[in-house]
């Protein structure tokens, strides 16, 4: 009797402690891990996700992913190219839905992607795809999202409750030096023609007039407000000009509007109330950007204005 016990307790103890490691053998012997999981309420349904996911390619939302300190493995080329996030994205591949066979070799445990891209049955083949709608969200609940689906919901919103007391309070500040009535506009420099943003459009704008509070001008009110982006060419600048202007310049187009007279005469131009952002660094609304550009309002407004 004793001589069957033996062997049965040794093998007992064996499968407790694979099922302690969480891991199962294969035929080959191999072992293999298994991930925990758990359901994500995305907009597109139900879908299991890694609790802790080791290998992501972020399709789109790369910088809100990467603010949460998620290991990407395969980034969209917008988002390689900015260079506040030179550093983090060091050997990261780049990659496009198109490229699945690129895609299958990165060995993703998770896929972030944008609802209009193509391919998405063929990228949740490869790994759980989850996919975002741009705009569908505003830029604060679209981090507490990722902040979910990464499993971080609860640090998420403890930055977002801070940052908005931060903004609030540097758009206090600002107001009380510019004066209440003070406008600004966010326009950006393109090849042939400007843009002018309205207040949920990157570029700082959710920063200056949802959290800050700051006024824009009446014809930015009236063209770009509720499409986002109003397209206008250089003749037209004095109409968009507020008392201060935050150019969006693009270090790759001509920029040489900047030595006419319909520039030099703009007020803003005229009392140094200009300030210029790269358009490469400012394109997203993510934490990391959010954050380089409430320094950049607080010290442009704050202390060189």
Known sequence: MKKLFLPFLFLLVLILGACGNNESVNEDNTTETKTDTFTYQSETGPIEVPTDPKRVVALTNGPNALALGANIVGIDEWTNTNPLFEEKLKGVE???EDNLEKIIELEPDLIIAGSYMKNIDKLNEIAPTVVFTWGKLDYLTQQVEIGKLLNKETETKEWVKDFQERA???GEAIQAKIGEDATVSVI???????YVFGNNYARGT???YQAMELKMPDKVKE???ESGIYTFSSEMLPEFAGDYVILSKNPDVDNSFMETDVWKNIPAVKNNQVFEI???ASTYSDPITLEY???FSKNHFLITS
Do not use: P, Q, R, Y
């Not at 950006?188 to 400007?194: N, V």
């Open 168 to 170: 609030k309070t540097a």
């Open 278 to 280: 790269n358009t490469k």
């Open 293 to 295: 550009l409430l320094e």
């Open 188 to 194: 950006e420099s393109g090849d042939k023609e400007f």
């Open 223 to 225: 063209l770009a407000l």
């Open 94 to 96: 780049v990659v496009s």
């Open 206 to 208: 959710e920063i200056l």
